[in-house]
Nanobody
Framework: DVQLQASGGGSVQAGESLRLSCGASGITFGDHAIGWFRQVPGKDRETVSCISNVDGSLYYADSVKGRFTTFTDNAKELVYLQMERLRPEDTATYYC??????????????????WGQGTKVTVSS
């Protein structure tokens, strides 16, 4: 049974930082790419980032480039999303998801097979 668990969300002020974590069980961690997505009610799910545990390839949405960093702790089989200089428009529920292999040039939600339950991030101005 595959499970992804996202955690680390919370409420912060604009300009502050948060680190989200994504753990996975039931999959071969090193064979997958882990994407981060976010969604606000009434809007489509937005791609935030992707990291491939196969070749280390990375993707960041333009809206987070330079502020967010995703990285893997292979020993712990965790993927992190370090979010710096948060803005109110970053407020959303953040999801991690897994797909076999690599990050595509523009990762889309439908490419991802396994999903975590989401963790909420609220950024106040």
């Amino acid at each position: 049974d595959v499970q992804l668990q996202a955690s680390g969300g919370g409420s912060v002020q604009a300009g502050e930082s948060l680190r989200l974590s994504c753990g996975a069980s039931g999959i071969t961690f090193g064979d997958h790419a882990i994407g981060w997505f976010r969604q606000v009610p009434g809007k489509d799910r937005e791609t935030v980032s992707c990291i491939s545990n196969v070749d280390g390839s990375l993707y960041y949405a333009d809206s987070v480039k330079g502020r967010f960093t995703t990285f893997t702790d292979n020993a712990k089989e965790l993927v992190y999303l370090q979010m710096e200089r948060l803005r109110p428009e970053d407020t959303a529920t953040y999801y991690c998801a897994a797909t076999l292999g690599y990050c595509s040039s523009y990762p889309l939600a439908y490419e991802y097979t396994y999903w975590g339950q989401g963790t909420k991030v609220t950024v106040s101005s």
